[in-house]
């Protein structure tokens, strides 16, 4: 991918949002993703950090007793997006639109939820789609104090943030570079995770999974200290304080236990039983919505929220892992070997369910749902255009119906002899003079070379691959009454009808060319040598004009599909240009110790920015239509 142009000379609409089914896109992002997985597997990079464990000392409240802070997850995509949310964000008091609450002011703690920067962690993606964005608002009121205090930063890394080992993550948020700090703040972590001391009996502890879905043994022995104590230290986190879990992305929208035998649970899940009672809330980012859980009972097992709100696209929030219940449960650790040393303290698990699982239940606050589940819904069917050039700039992912219509192709040409029963040894027939029975010769002898050619049988095993492989994600979006035979052979058999549909297509194509184009030239003897040099040509030309219009308009149906049916929640609209449904969550501690959060919600974010004047921010919202912030969702810990 070239390197992004950086500057005050290019504005947050010039930054468009990442077209992820671009060929350059999809390349560099497996590879990184293979690359950090290898490393990974070889050597964990969070055992290589230092110990003990830093905790972040946050605990002295303002002079009216009060303490303020917030939590963004999910930035750096779009410019418009990260742009609008840095603002609200950073802005000394938030003037909210339509509240009887008329401004929050700006709080001294920021804590990032991870995905910092897409599509895959660099130097260059993390200052033109993250850095620059926050640092360009601070030119004006983001000011390295926050009421007489300097601003303190904590982040823990996503899925994303991994792609380079995390060590683009690192060099802002670990490593300690004092000199020039982000937003000019106190970055005390030294470690992939934190924790944070709060007044009024708070904590903050964010787990980082790395790709493994799990945190690592020291990673766990750090947060073990914490919760009961060992190594001759007493416990930090007394029984009475009150903990916020935030987590790299939901696990709660994953099949209950998360593939965790009984015998032998996650260490997450062994955290979760030593805090039980004092969780209030299991926060996350990861998916690109808002909305929150409430337990039956509060006190004891607290709230589940997903807040990835900070600028990337916008997931789907009517899809069935999203929408299907979610519960609570216990293991038995006594089977485990060796033991766990306190098998009074089960570990919990907490995910998606079927019908029949007990446990304790998770209500899903509809009203709190962000962007509403109908308005979800509703943009499936944008998939059926995602490929087209964007309308507010960027040629979005016309690369992947142009690699779409390069592979039809390649396949048709590859495949090519059987089309000599297009023609009758007697010349040009017209389509309608043939019979079921050309057509079925036409067609078997197409499969047979189409599977014994090597390239051919490449070239289309790439294709039912990557097809089967989008499948793949229906797996969690299924209930587990289903089965779990039902549940694959669906998934994988939408996948193969995906692929199918495909080959059926290309062969479609070929024919129809052939026939159209001899049709057009009168190409009445194929025994000419001129004409079968301008047939192959217009017929290749066509196949490859059709297979990227034909080929795009099938991909995007399927995502279309796959959606409307509640299916996809991951790649649904990974398509499309979400700008729009963008925010993020702001606490306040208050001075009983009690804990209000308010997500901020910016419906419509800005499409065009000006330049501004000095001493200011470096750009300023040019767009009319844009939305106010305002308090999506409101409640108390």
């Known amino acids: ?73 999910d930035t750096g995509d779009g410019g418009n997006a990260s742009y609008a949310v840095a603002s609200a964000a950073l802005a000394p008091e938030l003037a909210l639109d339509g509240e009887t609450l008329q401004t929050l002011p700006r709080g001294q703690l920021l804590l990032f939820g991870g995905d910092l920067a897409y599509p895959a962690a660099s130097t260059e993606d993390y200052r033109y789609r993250f850095v620059e964005m926050f640092e360009a608002v601070r030119n004006d009121f983001a000011d390295t104090l926050v009421r007489g205090r300097r601003l303190t930063l904590a982040a823990v890394p996503q899925n994303h943030d991994w792609m380079d080992s995390a060590s683009t993550f690192s060099r802002y948020f670990v490593r300690g570079y004092d ?57 930090v986190i007394g029984p009475g304080d009150k903990v916020i879990l935030i987590y790299p992305e939901p696990y709660w929208t994953r099949p209950i236990g998360d593939g965790a035998d009984e015998s032998h649970p996650k260490r997450y899940q062994r955290l979760e039983g030593l805090l039980r009672g004092r969780i209030r809330l299991r926060l996350a980012g990861d998916l690109h919505h808002y909305m929150r859980w409430d337990s039956q009972d509060l006190a004891r097992d607290g709230r589940l929220v997903t807040c990835g709100c900070g600028g990337a696209f916008t997931h789907p929030t009517h899809t069935r892992a999203t929408t299907r219940p979610v519960r609570l449960q216990a293991f038995d650790t006594e089977d485990c070997i060796p033991p766990e040393p306190r098998t009074e303290t089960p570990a919990l698990k907490v995910g998606l369910t079927g019908r029949r699982a007990r446990g304790v239940h998770f209500e899903r606050k509809e009203a709190t749902v962000y962007p509403a589940a109908e308005a979800s819904q509703g943009r499936a069917w944008r998939n059926l255009f995602a490929f087209l050039p964007r309308r507010e700039g960027g040629n979005g ?56 050619s090597p390239l051919g049988f490449l070239i289309n095993g790439l294709m039912a691959f990557g097809c089967m492989t989008m499948g793949r994600e229906a797996v969690d979006e299924l209930s587990p009454d289903d089965g779990r035979t039902k549940r694959w052979a669906v998934t994988w058999g939408m996948g193969a009808v995906h692929a199918g549909v495909h080959v059926l297509a290309v062969f479609s194509l070929e024919f129809f060319m052939h026939q159209a184009v001899s049709l057009w030239a009168g190409l009445g003897s194929r025994d000419q040598w001129l004409g079968l040099i301008l ?56 001075p009983d110790g009690s804990m209000q959060a308010f997500f901020i919600a910016i419906d419509r974010v800005p499409r065009r920015w000006r330049r501004a004047g000095t001493p200011g921010p470096v750009w300023r919202n040019d767009d009319p239509a844009a939305t106010a912030p305002r308090v999506h969702d409101h409640f108390t810990l």
């Open 1 to 73: 991918m070239p390197s992004p142009k950086l500057g005050r000379s290019v504005p947050p609409h010039e930054r468009h949002p990442v077209a992820w089914y671009q060929p350059s896109v999809l390349w560099t992002a497996a590879n990184q993703v293979l690359s950090s997985l290898d490393q990974l597997r070889n050597r964990d990079g969070r055992e290589a950090q230092p110990q003990p464990l830093v905790v972040i000392d946050r605990s002295q409240p303002e002079a009216d007793g009060t303490f303020w802070f917030d939590f963004i997850a």
């Open 179 to 235: 000199s020039a700090p982000l937003l000019g703040a106190d970055i005390p972590q030294r470690q992939s995770y934190f924790c944070v001391k709060l007044p009024g009996g708070w904590w903050a502890l964010a787990l980082d999974f790395a790709l493994t879905r799990d945190i690592d043994r020291d990673q766990y022995e750090q947060f073990e200290t914490l919760a009961i104590g060992g190594h001759g230290k007493p416990a």
């Open 397 to 452: 992912n016309v690369g992947f119906a142009l690699l779409l219509g390069a592979l039809y192709w390649f396949n048709a040409y590859l495949n090519s002899s059987p089309f000599s029963w297009s023609f009758r040894a007697d010349g040009f027939q017209p389509l309608w003079a043939y019979g079921p029975g050309d057509y079925l010769a036409v067609l078997a002898l197409w499969l047979k070379a189409m599977v014994f």
């Open 535 to 590: 047939h192959s040509l217009l017929v290749g030309v066509g196949v490859f004009i059709g297979g990227a219009v034909l080929g795009s308009a099938l991909f995007g149906g399927y995502l279309a599909l796959m959606c409307r049916l509640g299916l996809l929640t991951n790649n649904a609209y990974s398509a499309l240009d979400g700008q729009d449904h963008k925010g993020f969550l702001r606490f306040r501690i208050t």
